[in-house]
Every structure is written in structure tokens, then in C-alpha cells.
């Protein structure tokens, strides 16, 4: 098993910018297609960006391209978030998950492939 901790969440401004990061404990976290989900309050959880095992591969929700950028450092055992030009509608609690299943990074994009999943870190953003 692979146990999984955010980070990094809190207030920020719109246009601001938060760093979240997950770190893993436990089995080897190169063995782990990592991805970053968020659920805004009275919504469906939601994909946001999804990084390969190596990190060669990555895929963005449409609704964060060219705002946020998924990487990881192995020799971390993290995999991080970074949000830039932050809006309001980014408010959500972000959670990372992680799976052994070796995919195309378009099967990432789906909560249900994950195996593990972090408890989450509250991302506010005030307009």
C-alpha cells in the first residue's frame, strides 16, 4: 500500500498562485501514475491533472491548461501542483491519488482508476 498526504492549500487572492504537494509513503512511488482531483462544495469530483510514472506523460483538464503544471520528483516520493492566475472557481478540496496500473495517461483522467487517494487540502480562492 501507499499512503498519500497533501499539502500546500489555503487562502489565496485571485490571480494568486498555491503550490500543493503530495507526498507518498510506502511502496516505490515510481511504480505510481499520479493524479490531482478537486471537489467543489455540492459538485461531482473532477479530474485536474494526471503525471506517467517517469513524468514523461502528462494531461490537463481543459478548464486549468496554461494555469497549472503537474511534476514530480521520484527521489522526493512527491508529485506536486502548481497553480498560477488562480479564480475563484478553483475553490475545491484537491486530492491526489495514485495507481500501479500501467495505462495511456488518457485513462489516468479518471477518478475510478486510482487506487489510492489522499484526504485532501482545502484550496480557497477570493475574488
Known amino acids: 500500500q501507499v499512503q498519500l498526504v497533501e499539502s500546500g492549500g489555503g487562502l489565496v487572492q485571485a490571480g494568486g498562485s498555491l503550490r500543493l504537494s503530495c507526498a507518498a509513503s510506502?511502496?516505490?512511488?515510481?511504480?505510481?501514475?499520479m493524479g490531482w482531483f478537486r471537489q467543489a462544495p455540492g459538485k461531482e469530483r473532477e479530474f485536474v491533472a494526471a503525471i506517467s510514472r517517469s513524468g514523461g506523460r502528462i494531461s490537463y483538464a481543459d478548464s486549468v491548461k496554461g494555469r497549472f503544471t503537474i511534476s514530480r520528483d521520484n527521489a522526493k516520493n512527491t508529485v506536486y501542483l502548481q497553480m498560477n492566475s488562480l479564480k475563484p472557481e478553483d475553490t475545491a478540496v484537491y486530492s491526489c491519488?495514485?495507481?500501479?496500473?500501467?495505462?495511456?495517461?488518457?485513462?489516468?483522467?479518471?477518478?475510478?482508476?486510482?487506487?489510492?487517494w489522499g484526504q485532501g487540502t482545502q484550496v480557497t480562492v477570493s475574488s
Open positions: 491519488a495514485g495507481t500501479d496500473q500501467v495505462n495511456s495517461i488518457s485513462v489516468y483522467i479518471r477518478g475510478r482508476e486510482y487506487d489510492y
Open positions: 510506502g511502496r516505490t512511488f515510481s511504480s505510481y501514475a
